[in-house]
C-alpha cells in the first residue's frame, strides 16, 4: 500500500523540526506536543504517532472529543485537554483517561468525587492566568487554588502552565511581565512545599524567544 507522497514529505519535515525544537531548548525541557484542531489541519493521529515515536511523552488537546478520537484511534499516551471541560463530561474524561485542566474550584470538586466514584486518582494541570484575562486561575490567587485543590483526595496536581498571549510581538514587556508572575506562583509553591511537577508556558513563539519561559516543559504547536 502506497501512501500519498506528500504526507511523508510532510511527517518528515514534523519530525524535522521537532529534532531542531529539541536542539534548541536542551535535553532537560519536555516536550508537550501540541495536536489540537486535527493538528492544525495536518492529521492529528499521524502527527501524534510521530511525536510520539520521537521521544514526546505528552500531547495537548483543545477539546475532549479530540482526545475521544485520538483514544479510539490507539493513542495511549497522556493527552491533556487544554480547553475547559463542561461537568457533563468528567465521566468520559475519566473513562477515557484524559487530562482536563482545573481552574475552577467547583468543577476541581466534582472531578474529584467522579474520580473517587471511579476509584481512581486523576491527574490535572493547574491553569493560570497571567495577563491574558480570559479563563484561568489569576495569578495572585493561584497559591491558594492549588493548596484547595491539593487537598481534594482524588486529585493529584500532575503540572501547572499558562499561556503568552504576546510572545510574537515585537514588545517583550508584556511577555516579561507574564513570565515573571508566573515564577512568582512557582516560587511560592516551592517555598511552601506544594512543589508541582511539570510546568509549562512557551508556545512555538516564547520557544523561540524567550528561553526563560521553558521552565521544564514547552508546548510547540
Ligand atoms: C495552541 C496552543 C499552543 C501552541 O501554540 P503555537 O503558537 O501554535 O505554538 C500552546 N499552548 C496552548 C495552551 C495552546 O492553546
Redesign the pocket.
Known amino acids: 500500500m502506497h501512501r500519498p507522497t506528500w504526507v511523508e514529505i510532510d511527517l518528515n519535515a514534523l519530525r524535522h523540526n521537532l529534532f531542531a525544537i529539541k536542539k534548541w531548548v536542551g535535553p532537560q525541557i519536555k516536550i508537550?506536543g501540541?495536536v489540537?484542531?486535527d493538528a492544525?489541519g495536518h492529521g492529528d493521529y499521524e502527527v501524534s504517532r510521530v511525536l510520539l515515536n520521537n521521544g514526546v511523552e505528552m500531547l495537548?488537546i483543545?477539546i475532549l472529543e479530540e482526545g475521544i478520537q485520538l483514544r479510539d484511534k490507539g493513542i495511549k499516551a497522556p493527552l491533556l485537554i487544554?480547553?475547559g471541560i463542561f461537568e457533563e463530561q468528567i465521566d468520559t474524561v475519566i473513562q477515557y483517561g484524559l487530562t482536563p485542566t482545573v481552574y475552577d474550584l467547583k468543577l476541581a470538586e466534582v472531578l474529584s468525587k467522579r474520580a473517587y466514584y471511579f476509584n481512581t486518582i486523576m491527574k490535572v494541570h493547574v491553569?493560570v492566568d497571567t495577563g491574558m484575562g480570559s479563563i484561568g486561575v489569576k495569578y495572585d490567587k493561584a497559591v491558594e487554588f492549588v493548596k484547595f485543590v491539593k487537598n481534594m483526595k482524588n486529585l493529584l496536581i500532575e503540572g501547572i502552565?499558562t499561556?503568552c498571549s504576546s510572545?510574537?510581538e515585537k514588545d517583550s514587556a508584556f511577555t516579561n511581565l507574564q513570565i515573571k508572575r508566573f515564577r512568582d506562583v512557582l516560587d511560592a509553591l516551592d517555598a511552601s512545599k506544594a512543589c508541582i511537577p511539570l510546568r509549562?508556558m512557551?508556545?512555538?513563539?516564547a520557544?523561540l524567544g524567550y528561553p526563560e519561559a521553558y521552565f521544564n516543559m514547552v508546548?510547540?504547536?
Open positions: 508537550l501540541i489540537k484542531a492544525y495537548g483543545a487544554l480547553g491553569y502552565y499561556h510572545s510574537d509549562h512557551a508556545n512555538s513563539g520557544i508546548r510547540p504547536g
